[in-house]
């Protein structure tokens, strides 16, 4: 019967043009899937398609917290009770919110999919819930501000995501745990005797009903986050299979992340989220190569921070989009709206300059993955490979004197070209050395004639059309 499976899966495989190995055609054969996981390794890869493709999404912090203006995590950090943070939520009243303008801005830098923060830690609501009053439409804000980003985003047609946290600082049915605000309450035995997490998970339940009910196809659930062990909370707690399966019926096109606590299934979610950190090689499972999506920051809190400084510069963040996708990866690049409602200047200079290198090559983002490893990749460069138009891209950090050397890359290309220009570059190979070189090349290596100047783009990028 297994081999029966695998074969089947291999067929689907190729009739979707994804190129499966055994070892992935194998986790369709797992005896610990539950009954209701029927999608097979093809199907998923079939299911994942647009989110490869797309290679660059906005993340969007926004919340309560972004009053505070000094961390998403403020009310934990700063131990408040649930009365002490009222202030923000009494507050609240995003004047200059323009659901429009972000998506413009999300569009102008590239990225083709949003994921906004529905509810974060602490437990209030962008949207109109029903099960709770800790939410946008009852501060002076007055509405549901879900429903209009949304709008906005599908009218441009970029994709939506919703993040939630499973964490609730503000839930009277969340027991207190290490990473509550009221860790060191004196009283929690008695606070927590009351709370019943059989109930927290209800509510889970019902909004994520509400969220993936009322708002048309939501293409990316990033749940927020598990920690098990002494005090912590995992998917016992979430009741994690439970949501997950209630998610897959009623989105069952959605692309879930890892964060439920069953990273260790071959079924429990669909991509892997490194956070705050550049992976050394393309992540993988049992030799496998996964599906994963770096989360990061322009600064280093995900919420507005007024007073922080350490911002990653213009080329910091382009070289790191780049890096991203030549390990086979995604950026969902974070912006923290402040509480009015705008995103600030810093945040618009760099999605701006983000804006302007995908403008001229975006080619070597989009569709793009890891180059195959019979490319090397040359001194100072990065590497990016479209499977489909079968062209390579290669990024130079730092613009070399004339000429760059490819290690036998002889007989593997026939045209090469700027693509921020489309200017041909050319090149010649088996060079021996003249009156005023040394060099020579090995008899398979080519040199591409590069013009002096450096041209006028952050990071130049080098287009080669593959035999
Ligand atoms: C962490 C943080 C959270 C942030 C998230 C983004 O889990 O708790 O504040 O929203 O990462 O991935």
Known sequence: MPNKQIVKNIILAIAFGSLLSTAEAQQDIDLNKPSWVK?????????????????????IHWGLYSAAARHEWVQNREKMTREEYHKYFQTFNPDLYNPEEW????KQAGMKYVVITTKHHEGFCLWDSKFTEYKAPNTPAGKDLLKPLVAALRAEGIRVGFYYSLIDWNHPHFPIDRNHPLREASNIASINQNRDIKKYQK????????LLTQYGKIDELFFDYSYPGPNGKGRDDWDSEGLLKLVRKLQPDIIVNDRLDLGETSWGWDYKTPEQFMPFKWPSLNGVNIPWETCQTFSGSWGYNRDEYSWKSERQLITMLIETVSKGGNLLLNVGPTARGAFEEKADERLKAIGNWMRFNNRSIYNCTQAPAVFEKPDNCLLTYNPETKRLYIHVLSWPFKSLHLKNYK???????????????KFKSDIKPGSHTTETTGENDVMLELPVYSPNIEIPVIELILN
């Open 411 to 425: 007989g593997k290309f026939r045209y090469a070209q700027l693509l921020n220009d489309g200017s041909e570059i």
């Open 103 to 106: 998506t413009k801005k999300a």
């Open 39 to 59: 999608e097979t390794v093809a199907q998923k890869s079939e299911r994942m398609e647009w989110w490869r493709q797309a290679r660059f999404g906005m993340f």
């Open 203 to 210: 509510y889970l339940k019902d909004q994520i009903t509400e």
